[in-house]
C-alpha cells in the first residue's frame, strides 16, 4: 500500500495533476482571506482588468478575482462531499450486489441499471426544483443523480474478488459475511475506492456548476457555477467582458484536468499494459565470423548467435544469449525449457513478432539464403506466412472473433497474392477438410467452435501457403490429453504429406523427446544441449537436462517409443524442484 | 431474438421508472406540492381547466393508489399537461418542437464526435508515442475538462461575437421561411455549426483517450500478434482486426455515456438560445413552469432510452458473439 502511494508520486501525470489540485485547495482554504468582499460593489460593472482589479469588475461591479477565489470553496467542498457519498453509496450498493448474487442482485443491478440510462440533468433538475434551497440540495440531487455508474464499477469487481481464494478461505474459516465484506473485501478495492473517488469528486464538480449555470443553486452564494450563471445573466457576452467568465472556466478545466490526470495515472500504475513501454536502447550490431558464414546446404533454418534484449526499467535484459541451431527441411527440431527460458521469445524472433520492448540485438537468422533480420517492412510481410508461420499456444483466442473462418483464410491468402474471395473460400475448406473439420465451418465464427477444434483451424491456417516451417508455440498446452494426442498425430501425419519443417516449444521434454528429430535445451536463455531425442533420452550429458528428465515422474524408454505414447504426452504438473532452480527464473 | 426481447424489457422497466419518479418527486416535496405546482396557474385559467390540470399529475383528492392510475392513463393518451411559460399551449406541443432541433443537433454532434474520436483513437494507439498520442490527446483532454456551457461561451465570444463568422442565437434566422429549401438548409446549418462544434470539442477527448486504450490492450492480444504473423498488410491489421475489435467495448461505452453527453448538449443549447429542450429547460425552470419541466425530464428519459436500444441493436450487429446468445 505505501509502496504503490511512493510510485504514484513519482509518477509525472500524479505529480502534475497532485500540484494542481493542491493549489486549488489551499486557495479554496485560505483564498478568501487574502482577497476583499466578493459581494461588495467595488466599481462600475464591466471594467476590464486593471491594477485595481486584476481581473476587471463584473456585471454587478464586483471583484473578479475575488469571486473566482472565494467560489473556490463552496465548489471544492460540494464536489468532494458528492465524491465521497458517490463513492461510499455506489461501493455499499455494488459490493452487496456483487457478494450477496443471487435475488439481492437482480434487483440492485435492475435498479442500477434504470438509474444508469437514466439522463442525470433532467433527473437532476426536477429533483432541484421540488427540494428547499440550499448546498445540502446541491449534494443529495447530485449523488441520487450519479451514484449508479459507481454501483457498477464496485459489484463488478465484488463479483471478480468473491471468487478468489482469500474469500473462499475467509467464508470456509466461519467469518460473517459483514466480516468478509469489511476484512477482506474493501482493503482490496483501496484503489478502486481511489480512482473512483476522483472520478466521482470530477462528476460533482462538472454537474454542480451546471446546475449552479441553469440557476439551480443558490444564486446568492458565490460559487464557480454562479459566477458563470451571473455572466450569462449580466449580458457579459454583449458586452465583450470576456474577464467576466474566462478565469471561472479556466479554473474549472484546471481542476477537472488535474483529477482526470490523476485518475489516468492510477490507470496507468493499476493495468501497466497502458503505459507507454520502456524505450530499447540502440545498439550497434556485431557481425562475428560464425554469423557472417552462409547457409550451408540442406538446411532451411540457420539461427546464429541470436541475442534478443527487452528494455526494462533498470535496463536492457537478455532473455535470449547466443543461440544458434539448423532446422533441416522435414525435420522436427524440439525447443524445450521451462516458463522464462526464452524459447517463445525465440519462435516470436524468427518471424520478428516481438512486442515492442523486446529486440533482436546480435545474430543472424538465415532462411533459405535470406537474413530475415535484415528484411525491410515489406519484404518481411511478404516472408510471413509464405516461408515461416506459426501456431500459437492461445489460438483459441488468436482467431478474429468478429470474422468468420473463410474472412480470415481469405484475408491471409489475399495478404500474399492476388485470389478472388471464391477462390480463397475454396481453399478454406480444403484446409479445413485436411485437419479433419467440416468444410463448412468456413461459415462459422471462432466462439461457435470448441477449443480443440480452433486449435485445428489454426493449424489449418498455418498451413495455408504451404511454408517450408511451421513454429508451433505450446499448440496442445491448453488441450485435454485425449484432444492433444489426436492433434499431434494429425500434424505428423500432414508433415509426412506436405514435408515442412517444425520447430516445436514446449516445457514438456518428455512430449518433445517423443516427438521431435532433435532437441535443444534452454536454460535461461542459452541453449544448455542440442541433440538428436533418441540420444538425449539415454544420454543427456548437461546436468538441466538430466534435472528435467528425472522431474518427469513416469518417463522410461518404454514410453518413449512413437510420437504418442500415452505416457509423454499426458503432461503431468510441473514439479516445485523446477520453478526452484537457480538461473531458470527471469 | 431473446437478446433482444429482454433489452427490450429492460428499457420498458426503466421507462416505468422514470414514469414512476416523475409521479414520486413532486410528492417528496416539503409542503402541498401541487400548491406549489400550479401556484402560477391561479388566477390566470379557468377553475375546469385547474381541475384538468390537477388530474393530469393525480393531484386528485383520491387515494394515492387511484391517482397514480390517473395518472398514467393520461400519459398513456399523451397528456401531459399545459405549459405556464407557454400558455395555452399544451406542454406535449411544446415539446414537439423542441426535440426536434435537439434531436437534430445533439445528435448529429455526438455521433459525429463519437466517430472522429475514435478514429484518433484508433490512429493514436497504432502511432503510440506519436503526435497524435502525445500531443493532440493531452490536449483534447484538457479542452474536455471545460464544460460544455463555457466552451459554448467562448465559441460564441470569439467566432459570434468577435469575428463575426457564425450567427448568435437561434436555430434559423428569422427572415428565412422554413420549408424544406435550400436556403433554408444553409441557414440551419449556420446557426448549428458553433453549438455543434462546441459538444465535439467538448467530448472529443474522451472518445479518443478510451478507445486509444482499449486499442492498445488490443494491440498487445493473440488475435493482432497471428494478424501481424499472417503477413497482412498493416493497414488492414489496424482497421479489420484491431479497430474492429477495440470499437466493441466503445459502442458499448457510448451507450452508457448518451445521457450525460445529453446533459452537457441540453447546456449548451442554452448558451445559444438554441430551441431545442435544453432551452425549454431553463425556461422551464426560471418561470417555475413545473408541468413543462417534468414532461421535458420524461421526453429527454424516453429518448435517451430509445438511443440506448439502438446501441444494443449496434453491438448486436457488430459483435457475432452477442448474436449467438440473441
Sequence with gaps: MRDSIRRLFRHRKAAVGGSILLFFLVLALIGPWLVMDPSDLVGRPHQPPSGAHLFGTNGQGQDVLAQTVVGARETLAVGFAVGALVT??????????????????????????VFLVI?????????????????????????????????????????????????????????????????????????????????????????????????????????????????GNDAALLTRSWWIFVPTGVCIALVGFSLTLLSSAIDELTNPALKAPPAVAAITPVTSAAQAEPQPPGVVLSVRELCIDYATERGPSRVVDTVSFDIAPGEVFGLAGESGSGKSTIGYGLLRLLPPAARISQGR??????????LDEEALRAFRWAKVSMVFQSAMSALNPVLTLGEQFHDTLAAHGRTTRAASYARARELLAMVGLSPELVRAWPHQLSGGMRQRVGIALALALEPKLVVMDEPTTALDVVVQKELLQRVLELKARLGFAVLFITHDLPLLL??????????????????????????????????????????????????????????????PALAALSGGHR | MHYVLRRLGFYLIAAWASLTLNFVIPRLAPGDPASAMFARF??????????????????????WHVQYLTYLKHLMSGELGLSYAYYPSSVSEVIGTGLVWTVGLAGFAVIFSFALGSLLGVLAAWNRGGWLDSVVAPALAFLGAFPYFWLAMLALYLFGFGLGWFPLRHAYSHDVEPGWTL????????HAVLPAASIVV?????????????????????????????????????????????????????????????????????????????????????????????????????????????????????DPRTRAHA
Design chain 1, 514 to 575: 517423443a516427438l521431435s528429430d532433435r532437441v535443444g535445451v534452454l536454460q535461461g536463455g542459452k541453449l544448455v544441449e542440442v541433440d538428436t531425442a533418441a540420444r538425449l533420452r539415454t544420454d543427456a550429458r548437461h546436468p538441466y537436462t538430466r534435472l528435467l528428465l528425472s522431474s518427469f515422474p513416469h518417463l522410461n524408454a518404454d514410453d518413449a517409443t512413437g510420437p504418442t505414447s500415452n505416457v509423454s504426452l499426458a503432461a503431468p504438473e510441473r514439479p
Design chain 2, 202 to 318: 467538448a467530448t472529443l477527448g474522451s472518445w479518443m483517450l478510451s478507445m486509444r486504450n482499449t486499442m492498445v490492450a488490443t494491440l498487445g492480444t493473440d488475435t493482432l500478434r497471428l494478424a501481424h504473423a499472417k503477413g497482412l498488410p498493416p493497414r488492414q491489421v489496424m482497421l479489420r482486426y484491431a479497430a474492429r475489435n477495440a470499437l466493441l467495448p466503445n459502442v458499448t461505452g457510448f451507450g452508457m455515456a448518451l445521457g450525460f453527453v445529453l446533459s452537457g448538449s441540453l447546456l449548451t443549447e442554452i448558451v445559444f438560445s438554441y430551441p431545442g429542450t435544453g432551452y425549454l429547460l431553463i425556461l422551464a425552470v426560471r418561470n417555475q413552469d413545473y408541468p413543462l419541466m417534468q414532461g421535458l425530464f420524461l421526453v429527454i428519459t424516453l429518448a435517451v432510452l430509445a438511443a440506448n436500444f439502438a446501441v444494443d441493436l449496434l453491438c448486436l450487429w457488430l
Design chain 1, 88 to 113: 461510499l453509496v455506489g461501493a455499499l450498493i455494488g459490493v452487496t450486489a456483487g457478494y450477496l448474487g443471487r435475488r439481492v442482485d437482480d434487483a440492485l443491478s435492475l435498479t442500477t441499471n
Design chain 2, 183 to 190: 436556403t433554408f438548409a444553409a441557414d440551419v446549418a449556420r
Design chain 1, 119 to 231: 439522463p442525470g440533468l433532467p433527473l437532476a433538475i426536477v429533483l432541484g426544483a421540488y427540494l428547499p434551497s440550499g448546498p445540502l440540495r446541491m449534494v443529495a440531487v447530485l449523488t441520487v443523480a450519479g451514484w449508479a455508474w459507481n454501483a457498477r464499477v464496485f459489484r463488478a469487481e465484488a463479483l471478480s474478488l468473491r471468487n478468489r481464494d482469500f474469500v473462499a478461505a475467509a467464508a470456509v474459516a466461519g467469518e460473517s459475511r459483514a466480516r468478509i465484506v469489511a476484512r477482506e473485501l474493501l482493503p482490496n478495492m483501496a484503489s478502486l475506492l481511489g480512482s473512483s473517488f476522483i472520478g466521482n469528486t470530477l462528476y460533482a464538480v462538472g454537474a454542480q456548476v451546471g446546475l449552479e449555470f441553469l440557476g439551480l443553486g443558490d444564486v446568492g452564494s458565490v460559487t464557480w457555477g454562479t459566477n458563470l450563471y451571473w455572466a
Design chain 1, 365 to 374: 537468422i538465415l532462411f533459405d539464403g535470406t537474413d530475415v533480420t535484415a
Design chain 2, 42 to 63: 391561479e388566477g390566470r385559467i379557468q377553475p375546469e381547466a385547474m381541475a384538468a390540470l390537477r388530474a393530469v399529475f393525480g393531484f386528485t383528492d383520491a387515494p
